[in-house]
């Protein structure tokens, strides 16, 4: 399964970006799909996460009510909608897969997720 990340780039603070994350190859089979986001110097964080089936989803604090996760099944494809961004939210985000039997309670680790896109940077300017 390979994940390609595009959508990233400069925005002033307060503006929104929109994240997608196309998933290819063999045939898709991730239990979750997430993004996270890592800093120069820091631990790769989690920002998001859905449930592939069902779409329930899940945020970090440091972003809920202002990011919003998505899907389209049919596309394999995974949305981040980013609103009221902060220059805090500067990173680089990850898009990440799960294994097929991963389990609900690690939906936010990162040793549940197996694939991982190239990354795209987001820049938000004060």
């Known amino acids: 399964v390979q994940l390609q990340a595009s959508g990233g780039g400069l925005v002033q603070a307060g503006g929104s970006l929109r994240l997608s994350c196309a998933a290819s190859?063999?045939?898709?089979?991730?239990?979750?799909m997430a993004w996270f986001r890592q800093v120069p110097g820091k631990d790769r964080e989690f920002v998001a996460a859905i449930r592939w089936s069902g779409g329930h989803t899940y945020y970090a604090d440091s972003v809920k009510g202002r990011f919003t996760i998505s899907k389209d099944s049919a596309k394999n494809t995974v949305l981040l909608q980013m609103n009221s961004l902060k220059p805090e939210d500067t990173a680089i985000y990850y898009c990440?897969?799960?294994?097929?039997?991963?389990?609900?309670?690690?939906?936010?680790?990162?040793?549940?997720?197996?694939?991982w896109g190239q990354g795209t940077q987001v820049t938000v300017s004060s």
């Open positions: 190859g063999r045939t898709f089979s991730s239990r979750h």
């Open positions: 990440a897969g799960s294994s097929s039997g991963a389990i609900l309670s690690t939906i936010r680790n990162i040793d549940s997720y197996i694939y």
